[in-house]
């Protein structure tokens, strides 16, 4: 029996994806621009330390853009790049299914 290979491409997605957090930041993101303290505070029991660890880790991957504003105080904001807009349509798909497929408690549907 021939058994396919997993793609490592998909592979490394999957990984890089499948952190925790990770993709409920992404999804934040897709609403523009963001400081850190709002992103940290939509986001409910992500601590600083986490949101920090994740931000680099999707910067590096070229995820997101972090953007620093010589202003007095500095502003940071972090919005997504062309890669990361690309990951839109799968959280389209994916609250489609949701929709159709997650039962959420009534007292969870509220907040």
Request: proline share 7%; hydrophobic share 40%.
């Amino acid at each position: 029996m021939n058994i396919p290979q997993m793609c490592p491409r998909f592979e490394k997605a999957m990984e890089l994806l499948s952190k925790r957090w990770t993709v409920l930041i992404v999804f934040q993101l897709t609403n523009g621009p963001q400081r850190f303290v709002a992103i940290e505070n939509s986001i409910p029991n992500l601590s600083g330390k986490v949101l920090s660890d994740r931000l680099k880790e999707l910067e590096e991957e070229g995820i997101i853009q972090r953007t620093v504003y010589p202003e007095k105080p500095v502003r940071i904001e972090y919005s997504l790049t062309d890669k990361g807009r690309d990951l839109a349509p799968l959280f389209d798909h994916i609250g489609t299914w949701a929709t159709r497929w997650i039962e959420v408690l009534p007292a969870l549907e509220k907040q």
